[in-house]
T-cell receptor, first 114, second 114 residues
């Protein structure tokens, strides 16, 4: 069974540009969540989707947005990139939205903003 | 509000010795607790979780964790450390009540010395 797939794995963007990251969850998983990981801030929760609806949102500015499609795939978008947005962006999926469901992570997308 | 603390930024242990990585948590309801491991430049890998039942939970790669409700702790343990266990370990908690996000600790770097 394929794991969580994130694309692209690595990308470099210029300050002010926007970026879209994609995530394909494990087959059958309907919940997708996104995290930002940086050396200074650790793992920060961005948002979580279930059945195309945002269920939870972290404390990030409106420049960060996401969506989930009917096939459970998800994308996140960051507009007007800042240098501080350089991070590893991790997508995770789980079978359902129950609290006991295990979330499984992808390998991440490394974003560098220059 | 829920929170999780990993009091040690780094733990050093000699190969073959037992290892413990500490985690304490705070939730309003009953806790669902998770441990993940992250190798360099990789995503997080699920190790084990506690939902209910036996306080000693066994997981992948010989790891286990003990849930202690009175001390609100969920320490990760392994009887005999391997050099290949060297990685970053994250504890996470989710409140069983309502629909809360998963909260991760700041991570503990485990260094197993040959």
């Amino acid at each position: 069974k394929a794991g969580v797939t994130q694309t692209p794995r690595y990308l470099i963007k210029t300050r002010g540009q926007q970026v879209t990251l994609s995530c394909s969850p494990i087959s059958g998983h309907r919940s997708v969540s996104w995290y930002q990981q940086t050396p200074g801030q650790g793992l920060q929760f961005l948002f979580e989707y279930f059945s195309e609806t945002q269920r939870n949102k972290g404390n990030f500015p409106g420049r960060f947005s996401g969506r989930q499609f009917s096939n459970s795939r998800s994308e996140m978008n960051v507009s007007t990139l800042e240098l501080g947005d350089s991070a590893l962006y991790l997508c995770a999926s789980s079978l359902g939205q129950g609290a006991g469901n295990t979330i499984y992570f992808g390998e991440g997308s490394w974003l560098t903003v220059v | 509000a829920q929170s999780v603390a990993q009091p040690e930024d780094q733990v050093n242990v000699a190969e073959g010795n037992p290892l413990t990585v500490k985690c304490t948590y705070s939730v309003s309801g009953n806790p669902y607790l998770f441990w993940y491991v992250q190798y360099p430049n990789r995503g997080l890998q699920f190790l084990l979780k506690y939902i209910t039942g036996d306080n000693l939970v066994k997981g992948s790669y010989g790891f286990e964790a003990e849930f202690n409700k009175s001390q609100t702790s969920f320490h990760l343990k392994k009887p005999s450390a391997l050099v290949s266990d060297s990685a970053l370990y994250f504890c996470a908690v989710r409140d069983s009540r309502g629909y809360q996000k998963v909260t991760f600790g700041t991570g503990t770097k485990l260094q197993v010395i040959p």
